[in-house]
């Protein structure tokens, strides 16, 4: 009886521990994506405060990073950090174009961490 009792205790944690990874990681995605879609929509006006939100998702980013870091692959966290580091030099060049490439690669490899970590009734069954 003490060995089901210990397997059901670890399988209950197992289970708080994948849900618990999933809330952190949809919490900072919807953080960091909805500061990418307000970058994204100054950066298409060409709006004077773009600088401003940009510094804002780059914080953003850095107070989210570690999180991430826990749940998901770390290749998968650089690269989104390298992006958005690239974003930065775009911008200070003046390149919006290149600068709203990166926005739509950062969004993407979001979704994919997201997705690709999520938990679904797929995976389950």
């Given at each position: 009886m003490k060995r089901?009792?210990?397997a059901l205790s670890i399988?209950?944690?197992s289970v708080a521990l994948a849900v618990t990874?999933?809330?952190i990681l949809t919490n900072c995605?919807?953080?960091i994506n909805g500061r990418l879609n307000e970058v994204i929509l100054l950066a298409t006006d060409g709006s004077e405060q773009l600088p401003e939100e940009n510094e804002k998702l780059m914080q953003s980013w850095e107070d989210s990073k570690q999180l991430i870091n826990l749940f998901t692959n770390r290749k998968?966290?650089?690269d989104i950090g390298?992006?958005?580091y690239k974003m930065q030099g775009y911008l200070e060049k003046g390149d919006l174009s290149l600068y709203l490439g990166e926005c739509y690669g950062v969004r993407s490899n979001?979704?994919?961490i997201l997705k690709g970590d999520n938990i679904t009734w797929e995976i389950l069954t």
């Open positions: 089901v009792i210990l399988f209950a944690l990874s999933t809330h995605y919807n953080n998968n966290v650089e390298v992006s958005i979001l979704e994919h």
